[in-house]
C-alpha cells in the first residue's frame, strides 16, 4: 500500500498566519504539523508516500523531509495547482498509485491511542473496498458524519449534516483499494465546485464495501486547521510528552522501530539536533534495549 498526504489547500481560517507559511509546517507543540500525519502512515507501514502541496509551498516539504531516505522511505511530492477537493488527490497521484491500493491522509490531522499502529496495519491490509474511521464528537454538524449498521459497515454519510443520524465524525484518514482512481475520474464536482471525498466513499458504501472502524474510548483525533484546534492539539502533545518522556510524531523512532533504519543511521539524526529534547529522544531510543521492546510490544498484553 501506498500513502498520500494533501498539505494543500489555502487554510483561510488561520489566516493572516497562513498568509506566509503552509497550515502543514506550522508548529503543533514541537514539531511541524506533517510529521503527525506523515508518521501515521508510517505506524501503519507504508514507506513510499507522495506529499501533495500547491506550487508556493511544494519546496519547504522538500527541504524538511527530502526523498525520505534517511527514514528508509521513499517520499516524492507533487502540485495541486488549485483547491479542486480532496478526491482529486488520486487523479493527480494515478501514476504514483500505479497498481497498488492507497492510503490518503489530510495534512492536518493527528490521531493518537496506545493501540492506533495495530489498527493502522489491520486497516494497510485491505484487501478490497475501503476503510474509513468514526471519531464520536459532541457536534458532529462541522464534520463528515458516518452511520453505521451492527458489523460495522457504513449505511449513510453525509458532509457537514444539519440534522446528524449519529455522532460519529469522518477523521481525514482514509484506506481504499486501487479503484479509487477510476472512482475519482469519475465523480462529479459539487455544488462548492470541488471532487469531494464523501462521494468516494459513497460510492464504496452503495457497493456494500465502505468498512467504518469506530476510534473508541482512548483514542484522540485533531483536526488542527482553526486557531483553537491547533492550539488544542498543541496542549495535548505537551501534555503527554512532559508527563511521559516520550515523542509523539517521532520519525526516526517510528523508522526504527520498523526497522527501516539502522541504529547507526538514528544516531546520526540525533546529532543533527542533539541539542533539543527531541534530538536527546532518539538517542534514548538508540540506547534501548530493541530487542526487548519488541518483545513486549508483540506480546499478548498488547494484543
Given at each position: 500500500m501506498k500513502g498520500i498526504i494533501l498539505a494543500g489547500g489555502s487554510a483561510t481560517r488561520l489566516y493572516p498566519v497562513t498568509l506566509a507559511v503552509s497550515k502543514q509546517m506550522l508548529p503543533v507543540?514541537?514539531?511541524?504539523?506533517?510529521?503527525?500525519?506523515?508518521?501515521?502512515?508510517?505506524?501503519?507501514?507504508?514507506?513510499?508516500?507522495?506529499?501533495?502541496?500547491?506550487?508556493?509551498?511544494?519546496?519547504?516539504?522538500?527541504?524538511?523531509?527530502?526523498?525520505?531516505?534517511?527514514?528508509?522511505?521513499?517520499?516524492?511530492?507533487?502540485?495541486?495547482?488549485?483547491?479542486?477537493?480532496?478526491?482529486?488527490?488520486?487523479?493527480?497521484?494515478?501514476?504514483?498509485?500505479?497498481?497498488?491500493?492507497?492510503?490518503?491522509?489530510?495534512?492536518?490531522?493527528?490521531?493518537?491511542?496506545?493501540?492506533?499502529?495495530?489498527?493502522l496495519k489491520a486497516a494497510s491490509n485491505l484487501k478490497e473496498g475501503g476503510i474509513i474511521f468514526g471519531y464520536q464528537v459532541a457536534d458532529p454538524t462541522s464534520y463528515g458524519v458516518v452511520e453505521i449498521d451492527e458489523t460495522g459497515k457504513a449505511t449513510s454519510i453525509e458532509e457537514k449534516p444539519q440534522n446528524p443520524k449519529s455522532n460519529l465524525a469522518v477523521p481525514g484518514i482514509y484506506f481504499y483499494d486501487n479503484q479509487v482512481v477510476e472512482i475519482a475520474k469519475n465523480i462529479?464536482?459539487?455544488?462548492?465546485?470541488?471532487?469531494?471525498?464523501?462521494?468516494?466513499?459513497?460510492?464504496?458504501?452503495?457497493?456494500?464495501?465502505?468498512?467504518?472502524?469506530?476510534?473508541?474510548?482512548?483514542?484522540?483525533?485533531?483536526?488542527?486547521?482553526?486557531?483553537?484546534?491547533?492550539?488544542?492539539?498543541?496542549?495535548?502533545?505537551?501534555?503527554?510528552?512532559?508527563?511521559?518522556?516520550?515523542?509523539?510524531?517521532?520519525?526516526?523512532?517510528?523508522?526504527?522501530?520498523?526497522?527501516?533504519?539502522?541504529?547507526?543511521?538514528?544516531?546520526?539524526?540525533y546529532e543533527k539536533c542533539h541539542k533539543t529534547e527531541y534530538g536527546k529522544y532518539l538517542k534514548k531510543i538508540a540506547e534501548e534495549d530493541?530487542?526487548?521492546y519488541k518483545a513486549v510490544y508483540e506480546s499478548e498484553l498488547f494484543n
Open positions: 507543540y514541537d514539531k511541524p504539523m506533517i510529521y503527525y500525519p506523515l508518521s501515521t502512515l508510517m505506524m501503519a507501514g507504508i514507506k513510499e508516500v507522495l506529499i501533495i502541496s500547491t506550487p508556493v509551498h511544494i519546496g519547504a516539504f522538500q527541504s524538511l523531509l527530502g526523498n525520505g531516505s534517511s527514514l528508509g522511505m521513499k517520499i516524492e511530492y507533487k502540485v495541486q495547482e488549485h483547491p479542486n477537493g480532496l478526491a482529486e488527490a488520486f487523479i493527480l497521484g494515478e501514476e504514483f498509485i500505479g497498481n497498488d491500493n492507497v492510503s490518503l491522509i489530510l495534512g492536518d490531522n493527528m490521531v493518537y491511542g496506545s493501540r492506533i499502529e495495530r489498527v462529479k464536482p459539487s455544488e462548492r465546485g470541488e471532487l469531494e471525498i464523501t462521494d468516494i466513499n459513497k460510492v464504496y458504501m452503495q457497493q456494500g464495501k465502505l468498512q467504518v472502524i469506530p476510534l473508541g474510548n482512548g483514542y484522540a483525533w485533531f483536526d488542527t486547521g482553526s486557531p483553537d484546534r491547533l492550539s488544542d492539539a498543541s496542549d495535548f502533545v505537551r501534555a503527554i510528552e512532559l508527563r511521559q518522556g516520550i515523542q509523539i510524531a517521532c520519525l526516526e523512532e517510528v523508522a526504527y522501530r520498523n526497522e527501516w533504519i539502522s541504529k547507526e543511521e538514528l544516531l546520526a539524526s530493541f530487542q526487548a
